[in-house]
């Protein structure tokens, strides 16, 4: 090695050293923590070019920024509280499945893309004009905050688009495969950038259901070296019934003033939305829905989107997504559920001679209010026998879908299981 090469090296592997000394020193303790947030826990943000055919004047016209071909913010924002804008919301939204390509895609003229990826910042909260009515994870991550986690160092966030999902081996699912890849780089390097200590997944939501995806998905090696624990907060295992209302009659998820018909068609093509049906695995033979005319379990979900006017949901149904459904493997890593419980949630569901059209009655039972229990604990008996697998769960009462992000006696036992993942490893060390 001649000497100026020698000393290059030399001041490279000093700067290294002195790298690597501030990153642990600030934080001696902590593994680093990748958040993966639920269906429509970030930002999404689009823009649309001269092939998009709007069904309106006002979705013409709106907003200003759109006509100059800029990005604009197209989740969260109120102003899809409004009639004539719902519509226009609604059809850049939607996705379309092209039995060509078996994929879905973005409506025609709508490019869509999710910022920050990586940083916490675009699941703070859903709207930063408005953070305190649309905040998401932003009491969540204060909490983390305060036992010394840091964005961008030892804190990382994985928004995506949500209304993409996967499917089963051998279709095609670019949005979703794009996701998983760009998780398992974070992941890498998060662990790099902290002395090459495995991670902590922390979900919510949906966001669960990608995570086991990810993990089954790569060899046993890579999740052993790169993953410390898996958290799932909420994880509809199972999907949930409520779902079934969405597909059926449309959701508002409690905003008063949308009419949930005007969001329905939209609802249902999201790839997503149909992942999270109801999966016979957890609900078996149980009738879901009734209707004058027919009963539905989770068995004949096929049949259900038939009939309730959504017959080309059943294809894709069929062929991607129960196959998917079936995929709820132990990944050898170790796993916390965090669950609420003791809020109402839909598990019968009553539609009259009104049809689909109108909202069902419905038969309540426990879980958080958007997920069933028997969802939420789908795991426990699934692994049962699974020797070797670690998994935990902490149940929460009182405590909702959402409000788990947000709840002080939420906070406190996920922030704690965080702090006692940490401490397992300093006790080994020492
Ligand atoms: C639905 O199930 C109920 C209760 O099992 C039964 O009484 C009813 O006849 C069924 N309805 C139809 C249309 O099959
Ligand atoms: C069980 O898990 C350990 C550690 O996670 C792993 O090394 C081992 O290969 C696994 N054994 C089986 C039978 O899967």
Sequence with gaps: MNPPAFKLAMVLSMAMMLHTYHAT????????????????GNQLEARVTSKYKPCSL??????????????????FDPSVLLAPFTQCFAERMMLYYDEELDDYRNAPGVDTRVPHFGSTQSLLCLDPHLKDATTYMAPLVESLEKV?????????????????????EGHPSSVG???????????????????????IILSHSLGGMFVLQLLNRNSISWRQKFIKHFVALATPWGGTVTQMITFASGN????????????????RTSESNSWLLPNPKVFGGKQLVTTPNANYSANDI???????????GVGPYKSRILPLMEQLTAPGVPVTCIIGSGIKTAETLFYGRGGFDEQPDIDYGDGDGTVNMASLLA?????????NQSLKVIKISEVSHTSILQKDAALVEIVG???SINSHVISQVV
Excluded: M
């Design 177 to 199: 495969s794009k996701f998983l890849k760009d998780l398992k780089d974070l992941i890498e390097k998060a662990s790099a950038r902290n002395g090459g200590k495995p991670v």
């Design 302 to 312: 096929a049949q259900f989107l038939n009939d309730i006017g959504f017959p080309q």
């Design 58 to 75: 006002v979705c013409r016209l709106y907003p200003i920024l759109k006509q100059q071909g800029g990005w604009f913010r197209l989740w």
């Design 25 to 40: 020193s600030n934080n001696l303790q902590l593994h680093p923590l990748i958040l993966v947030p639920g269906n429509g």
């Design 417 to 419: 299981e965080i702090s």
């Design 252 to 267: 508002t998820l409690g905003v008063p003033l949308v009419d949930p018909l005007l969001v329905r068609g939209e609802q």
């Design 148 to 168: 010394g986690y840091v964005n961008g160092e030892t804190l990382f966030g994985a928004p995506y688009d949500f209304r993409y999902g996967l499917a089963a």
């Design 379 to 387: 795991l426990e008996s699934l692994w049962a026998h699974e020797r």
